[in-house]
């Protein structure tokens, strides 16, 4: 099967979509975000309801096209495709951004809890977290962009599939048993590199990410912060583009249910930063659906014909996060603060 929205011909969807995207993000931090603030619960749910409607939508607009553009597509015709064949697939390709979205929404919960812990070991203040955050999604779009680029050429050799699966397994594996370690940004040798390089401020200076002292340029904790959170990106990237890789091998699909999820994340993280403490389970089945995606690679799509069904991947990752979501509800308990002045 031929690539369905190969670059050549639609790298002016590329570029569109990116100067909407980047519209989105100046119109956030120059309208929305202007002036620094707390964001509360009640704004971080309007917007995280505002992404994800976008990304339905956009998966609606999507089925809409492909249902429209397949039938038509010479490479298609010439291959003999039947009109129901043409139709399932316009239904496939839009269930599989559906997939890939939420496949890369719940790997992205990984990544606040390491921005709980990075904003906590470097005392930022909530005032300014949205700021870190804003930038770290411009630098993670960029990595994104990068590793789907890589991983669309790697993926057309067969090895490179086994390789991608059986990390993706070794890695849901280890999530699953081996015990958490906690996240030292000091140890980390890119920022001992940049403290070495850099002068860093003993603490903030507001909003800014750099400012002069005697004519010396310095860093500030903010901006350490912002690197640290853009590393964890990269090494978070290793395991979800893979990951959307064994849903799709469709670029386009891969780019935009990427970048979709990653647009939410901050509005995500200021959702739930406050209970991530009840989540004791969801690591267990983010893993299993890395080993789940992992066997699709390596297993269950040659078993299956080439191409194991959509709607059960689907099925099986809802399945995953509800079960681990709602035991990790069930079986903790909201902490609790004593009143003022109690004894």
Request: glycine share 8%; aromatic share 16%.
């Amino acid at each position: 099967m031929p690539t369905l929205f190969p670059f050549t011909d639609y790298w002016w969807f590329y570029v569109l979509f990116t100067l909407g995207v980047l519209a989105f993000l100046a119109l956030d931090l120059g309208v929305f975000h202007r002036e620094a603030h707390v964001v509360g619960f009640r704004e971080a749910l309007g917007w995280s309801v505002v992404w994800i409607t976008l990304a339905l939508a956009f998966c609606w607009g999507f089925w809409q096209y492909a249902h429209w553009r397949l039938p038509q597509d010479p490479r298609l015709i010439a291959a003999g495709l039947t009109a129901p064949q043409l139709a399932a697939l316009a239904d496939q390709t839009a269930l599989e951004f559906l997939t890939g979205f939420v496949v890369e929404k719940s790997l992205s919960v990984d990544n606040i809890f390491v921005f709980v812990v990075v904003f906590s070991y470097f005392a930022i203040p909530p005032v300014y977290q949205h700021r870190v955050l804003f930038y770290g999604i411009l630098g993670a779009l960029f990595f994104r962009i990068i590793f789907i680029a890589l991983g669309s050429a790697l993926m057309k050799w067969e090895w490179v599939i086994w390789v991608f699966g059986g990390f993706l397994i070794l890695t849901g594996l280890k999530i699953i048993l081996a015990p958490e370690k906690p996240i030292d940004p000091e140890r980390n040798p890119v920022i001992r590199l940049l403290r070495r390089m850099v002068p860093v401020t003993p603490t903030l200076e507001g909003e800014k990410f750099f400012l002069r002292r005697n004519g010396v340029l310095h860093a500030t904790p903010l901006f350490v912060a912002l690197v640290f959170i853009e590393l964890t990106d990269i090494v978070f990237a290793v395991d979800s583009v893979p990951a959307i890789f064994a849903i799709t091998k469709e670029p386009l699909i891969v780019f935009t249910s990427n970048v979709f999820a990653i647009l939410g994340l901050r509005a995500l993280f200021f959702l739930l930063a406050g209970v991530m403490h009840r989540f004791k389970f969801l690591k267990y089945g983010l893993g299993l659906i890395l080993v789940f995606v992992g066997l699709k690679m390596v297993w269950l799509n040659e078993a299956y014909g080439g191409k194991f069904p959509v709607t059960w991947s689907l099925a099986i990752i809802g399945g995953i996060l509800a079960v681990s979501i709602g035991a990790s509800l069930a079986l903790s308990r909201p902490r609790t603060t004593a009143a003022p002045g109690a004894s």
